[in-house]
């Protein structure tokens, strides 16, 4: 089964600021989900039992700013 996702790196933004010295920075962006549905799904097991189960159906995605590093 194949489930859709959203994944990758958008175009990045530079910034420069100016404030006593030269500091550039990057803006970096994340492709991100911008919409989904929830859909069921019946899988059958290798001892021949089927189990429903509900997931997040991506449906959409965007470049939106990516979470920071911990």
């Given at each position: 089964m194949q489930v859709p996702m959203c994944q990758g790196r958008c175009e990045s933004e530079p910034s420069v600021v100016l404030r006593?010295?030269?500091l550039?920075?990057?803006k970096n962006n994340?492709?991100?989900?911008r919409?989904?549905?929830?859909?069921?799904?019946?899988?059958?097991?290798?001892?021949?039992?089927?189990?429903?189960f509900s997931?997040?159906?991506?449906?959409?995605?965007d470049c939106k700013a990516c979470?920071?590093?911990p």
């Open positions: 006593g010295d030269l550039v920075t990057q994340c492709c991100r989900t919409s989904s549905v929830n859909k069921r799904v019946t899988l059958q097991c290798s001892d021949l039992t089927a189990r429903s997931y997040q159906h991506v449906t959409g995605c979470d920071p590093l």
